[in-house]
């Protein structure tokens, strides 16, 4: 069992940036895939960002490729995502998730990841 609790959402002018910051509780976080996904009003969850293998290995939207980097640390149980570049489209609730290692592609399915965190909003505005 795997407890998720997303922090460091916000408000935020085009071009700025933000911090994610996802802390899980309970089973280690290095034997899984952690993602980022997000989330408009009316739409599906969009996967965002992965990653798997201990950090080793990452995955990304093309939407967010160059603007994003999703990062994790082992020993805080810790997974971040640290967005540049902000756009008004990058408006959304922001949802950490976790799935077994193999799921963890650039095409990141919802339908995939057992355990969600409640979500944190990030507004950017014009």
């Known amino acids: 069992q795997v407890q998720l609790v997303e922090s460091g959402g916000g408000s935020v002018q085009a071009g700025g940036s933000l911090s994610l910051s996802c802390a899980a509780s309970?089973?280690?976080?290095?034997?899984?895939?952690m993602a980022w996904f997000r989330q408009t009003p009316g739409k599906a969850r969009e996967g965002v960002a992965g990653?798997?293998?201990?950090?080793?290995?990452?995955y990304y939207a093309d939407s967010v490729k160059g603007r994003f980097t999703i990062s994790q640390d082992n020993a805080k149980k810790t997974v971040n995502l640290q967005m540049d570049s902000l756009k008004p489209e990058d408006t959304a609730m922001y949802y950490c998730?976790?799935?077994?290692?193999?799921?963890?592609?650039?095409?990141?399915?919802?339908?995939?990841?057992?355990?969600w965190g409640q979500g944190t909003q990030v507004t950017v505005s014009t």
């Open positions: 998730a976790v799935a077994l290692p193999w799921f963890c592609t650039s095409a990141l399915r919802e339908t995939d990841f057992g355990w």
């Open positions: 309970g089973s280690s976080i290095s034997i899984y895939c």
């Open positions: 990653i798997a293998s201990g950090g080793r290995n990452t």
